[in-house]
């Protein structure tokens, strides 16, 4: 039990200590004000919570040559796969704040700021996941992720004991295990950890990491969440984080649409909608994204935060997870056929907010 | 402000009554079920016993009813604000009804000389508690001016919308939004439950992220305890989805969440749950109970 302590410790403090790629000022600012967070999270901690013995050898093997005094020379190497409006701010998040980063994307120019800012770069997702220790994953869709880690020089080939694979993509539950399973049958480790919050607050760092599957692993890559978010939850057997992730983006679209009706709806009938937006952010059901989204949406402007064609693939994946568990689901499935309709018109990379334009009677012809 | 008249004293109206006494207005009170004065006696109001005869007593009178035959049966009927109403008072009528109602009273008020203003309020039993209601006025811009130190003690903003009608208009199309919005967290409630998460857990994301709102902070703790006290009757919110589809519907706008939602409530009304918090819906939502 001590031991398992002790390795997760170590790889902390390894993290925390690795030579910084930027400013050293910088990196050691930030380590001195991880360190202490870093401790209290063990401190008091059960020991019951960690595994009896350790499930990997092989993955006590590898953290525990930081048992030595020379852990600075054995940084935890960070690999980062898709570099999309949230991978690109979350990888750079990781790496200013000193951590060692190894960045692949499909289309390869997206990697340039980050490698310009230090990061490594490696031609696939395998030979990523071969030279770092944990390896995160933030792709668009189930097909991508699934592509990523089993596909034709997929992270799972360079996946080993040792290792650990957090796939931050939003995906339902069967593809996080389908994934899950590949990576667990190299011998490594696997963590779901989508994410609530769109660009900015992955810019900010301020995201929510909604995280499930093998806790140890969760355990191990919490500094790195902490520094690409506000807050963390382990929900349990992978297939929770998932799930949670499609509860919340199913009512949020669902929000967006009713929201976009009322806008309309007061247009129509002689209000100033910017006035409505006004009322509405006085009272019960004001929320952050109506006073972030109303004024633009009132110009009939979508600068993309967060992708129509996304939102309308969380609804698609929460409605077959209401099929899979029987529940009905009216307003989801309305709002889901007002994303259709908005995808259909064009709107596929305009923010979600563009589902209002699926309301109005003539074609708003979006220019690029 | 002068002597201030009340008619209508149940969840909002009590409270807001209650609200003006406590601030130093004289009000003189009226409510269709007697005893419901009793208490704003004890604090103070006077007692009227028609609404005729509270308007002959003041120079404002407030109305608070609950839907759009209430407010139409305290003007028109028989020993109705219509007796008494002339040159020199006023008329602020807060219910929430139709524009098409409002439109009938403001016309039937200034025609005998006196002055309207519709200023339907956004807010439920705590907000009226507590003054921090949000009052959507429009109608006679004089009067509203008149009006505000009342409304200043009744809520935390005031909205001057222009013509009788657009009061009402606002107040429906938030409420149509409200009432989508607690038919969406419902549903989520429900899959996250079924797809074996915690709820709560789902209450501390939401309220972590974008969508976080003080409808579901309030709400979901006591949704989940199946607790539906009520601060807003479900069956005004199926009224208010209702008239917002009507305005939808005379001005061709498109609302098929609104309509989803609408029969959400109109089903937890055939289950008896009309009485009950608005929150109720989510018994409605969730179903009959399935071994699955």
């Not at chain 1, 994410?195 to 692993?217: C, H, M, N, T």
Request: hydrophobic share 45%; proline share 5%; charged share 20%.
């Amino acid at each position: 039990m001590a031991m398992t302590f002790v390795k997760a410790n170590q790889l902390s403090t390894a993290i925390l200590t690795s030579p910084p790629k930027t400013t050293v000022s910088t990196a050691m600012a930030m380590c001195s004000s991880f360190s202490p967070r870093i401790t209290k999270q063990f401190r008091g901690r059960p020991i019951s919570s960690f595994p009896v013995k350790p499930l990997f050898s092989g993955s006590f093997k590898a953290f525990s040559s930081q048992a030595t005094t020379k852990a600075d020379d054995i940084p935890a190497r960070v690999g980062f796969l898709g570099l999309g409006i949230m991978g690109s701010p979350m990888a750079q998040n990781l790496i200013k704040a000193g951590c060692d980063v190894t960045v692949w994307n499909r289309t390869k120019s997206k990697c340039d700021p980050l490698v310009s800012l230090g990061a490594k770069y490696k031609s696939f997702p395998e030979e990523v996941a071969a030279s770092c220790d944990v390896t995160f994953a933030m792709l668009a869709d189930p097909e991508s992720a699934v592509e990523v880690a089993c596909g034709k020089h997929g992270a799972a080939s360079g996946m080993s004991p040792g290792k650990g694979y957090v796939d931050i993509s939003t995906v339902d539950a069967d593809t996080s295990k389908l994934i899950s399973g590949h990576i667990k049958a190299t011998g490594a480790l696997f963590l779901e950890a989508p994410v609530s919050g769109s660009k900015k607050p992955a810019e900010d760092g301020q995201l929510i990491f909604l995280a499930a599957g093998d806790r140890y692993l969760y355990e191990i890559v919490a500094p790195f969440l902490d520094i690409m978010g506000k807050s963390r939850f382990y929900l349990g057997d992978v297939g929770n984080g998932a799930a949670m992730k499609l509860v919340v983006n199913m009512i949020m679209g669902s929000m967006m649409a009713s929201f976009s009706e009322g806008l309309l709806l007061s247009e129509k009938v002689g209000l100033d909608p910017s006035v409505l937006v006004e009322v509405v952010s006085q009272g019960a059901i004001s929320a952050p994204m109506f006073s972030t989204k109303g004024p633009s949406m009132v110009q009939s402007q979508y600068p993309t935060a967060f992708p129509l064609k996304h939102q309308q693939k969380d609804l698609r994946l929460a409605l077959g997870l209401a099929e899979s568990v029987s529940q009905h689901t009216p307003i989801a499935a309305a709002a889901n056929e007002l994303y259709k309709v908005a995808k259909s018109r064009g709107l596929s990379d305009q923010d979600f907010s563009a589902v209002i334009e699926a309301l109005k009677a003539k074609l708003q012809h979006q220019t690029k | 402000m002068e002597e201030v008249g009340f008619l209508g004293l149940g969840i909002m109206g009590k409270a807001m009554a209650m609200n003006l006494l406590r601030h130093g207005f004289k009000v003189t009170v009226w409510n269709r079920t007697l005893s419901r004065c009793d208490e704003l006696v004890e604090h103070g109001a006077s007692v009227a016993k028609t609404p005729a005869a509270v308007v002959k007593k003041c120079k404002y009178t407030i109305a608070m009813l609950s839907d759009p035959s209430a407010a139409l049966s305290v003007v028109f009927d028989k020993d109705g604000v219509l007796e008494e109403i002339c040159s020199g008072k006023g008329y602020i009528d807060m219910s929430t009804v139709d524009a098409d109602t409002s439109s009938k009273i403001s016309e039937a008020i200034t025609s005998k000389g006196g002055s309207f203003l519709e200023a339907p309020v956004s807010g439920s039993k705590k907000p009226a508690e507590d003054g921090q209601l949000v009052i959507l006025a429009a109608g006679e811009k004089a009067l509203y001016e008149e009006a505000i130190p009342a409304f200043d003690v009744m809520g935390k903003k005031s909205f001057f919308l222009g013509q009788v009608g657009n009061g009402a208009k606002m107040k429906l199309v938030v409420n149509m939004i409200m009432g989508s919005m607690l038919n969406a967290f419902s549903e989520g409630l429900v899959l996250a439950d079924r797809s074996g998460l915690n709820p709560q857990t789902l209450l501390d994301v939401l309220d972590l992220g974008g969508i976080a709102n003080p409808m579901f902070r309030m709400k979901g703790p006591t949704m989940i305890q199946n607790s539906y006290s009520p601060a807003f009757p479900l069956k005004h919110q199926q009224k208010d989805m209702r008239l917002a589809l009507a305005l939808g519907d005379e001005n061709a706008v498109s609302m098929p969440v609104a309509a989803a939602a609408n029969e959400a409530f109109k089903k937890a009304r055939s289950m008896g749950l009309g009485d009950l918090d608005f929150s109720a819906v989510f018994e409605a939502v969730k179903g009959p109970e399935k071994s699955s």
